[in-house]
């Protein structure tokens, strides 16, 4: 009886022993489980606050889904294009020059320096900063400012292509389809514009003049307001202008007095940034003897216009000035 009890009473302590290696098997299993899927829901959460993207230098940029803070020097154009306000614009000298043609949207919002002090943009707090070419964050800066927020930069070059910088951006915020119909938007307005002006005026030649510091500066044919003029118009180039532009390094070329008075242009459009300083440039005699001044067809416009700046906005308020300036 004794040994009957004793197996008995072994088989119950194995019975038992078994049954807490199960609950102990299942509670494993069960914590496991609960691991695996509270892993998976913070890889998907992750996925779900930032996308991956790769930018033109190469460096893969962890995007937020819907940034809140987006700094992005020289792009504003393209991000009010969008209907997206940064937290800052570029400014140069504490504010006194901004994107004046801008600032019905951009209004109130705060300036920063044109070249990004790291301290201003910590202080500025941005979720996600834009560069517009590699030459603002060449020597080592890409890693300074990719410690504060993830960094993107959009092209490779000083003057990248607008159309393609206003891609860029959309796919950056997810808006490519809005990016293309603002493009759509403007070639249109654009082909529009060039048929009016053939038909009201034909196909005449033209410039466009800035008037800074006392000095003359002419646009490039192929680039900011000789790309509107020459390239979505169609209007004729200048020989000056071509001259010039051979050899430009920059969206402006300096020009002499003595240049201007060669240039063979119907239509003159001078951009006066020296307008409030009095600069006497303008009553030179030979400013008085260029073709387009003697025969009364200057256009003054001031800095605070889209003259000296590119994007879909700058370039349909181009379109929308010269318009207004030759046909009557």
């Not at 048929?195 to 680039?223: D, H, M, Q, R, Y």
């Not at 003259?307 to 906005?313: D, Q, R």
Request: contains cysteine.
């Amino acid at each position: 009886m004794f040994n009957l009890l004793k197996n008995k009473r072994s088989m119950q302590l194995v019975g038992v022993s078994l049954l807490a290696l199960s609950l102990a098997a299942c509670g494993g299993e069960k914590a496991s489980n609960e691991q695996a899927e509270k892993q998976t829901t913070n890889t998907e959460q992750a996925d779900a606050t930032t996308r991956t993207l790769t930018d033109a230098m190469g460096n893969e940029v962890a995007i937020p889904a819907e940034p809140k803070r987006v700094l992005a020097t020289y792009l504003e154009d393209n991000l009010v294009a969008l209907g997206i306000k940064p937290i800052a614009q570029w400014s140069v000298k504490d504010g006194a020059s901004i994107q004046g043609y801008l600032q019905g949207e951009l209004e109130g919002i705060p300036t920063i320096p044109h070249d990004l002090p790291f301290e201003a943009v910590q202080e500025a707090a941005p979720d996600l900063i834009i560069m517009d070419s590699a030459s603002m964050v060449e020597g080592g800066k890409y890693d300074q400012y990719s410690k504060i927020a993830p960094t993107y930069v959009i092209g490779k070059e000083v003057n990248n292509d607008w159309r393609d910088e206003l891609l860029r951006v959309g796919e950056i915020f997810d808006k490519k389809e809005e990016a293309q119909k603002v493009l759509d938007q403007y070639d249109t307005k654009a082909l529009e514009a060039k048929n009016t002006i053939e038909k009201e005026v034909g196909n005449p030649s033209v410039a466009a003049i800035w008037l800074v510091g006392g000095k003359f500066f002419i646009v490039s044919e192929t680039l900011s307001s000789g790309a509107v003029m020459y390239g979505d118009l169609g209007l004729k180039v200048p020989d000056v202008v071509k001259e010039i532009s051979a050899s430009a390094t920059g969206n402006w070329s300096a020009i002499s007095l003595e240049k201007l008075v060669e240039l063979d242009s119907d239509y003159l459009f001078l951009i006066d940034s020296d307008k409030e300083s009095g600069s006497t440039a303008l009553s030179d005699a030979l400013w008085n003897i260029v073709p387009a001044v003697k025969a009364g067809n200057v256009y003054e416009f001031s800095p605070d216009e889209s003259w000296l700046y590119t994007g879909a906005i700058a370039n349909s308020q181009m379109i929308d000035n010269i318009l207004k300036s030759i046909v009557k």
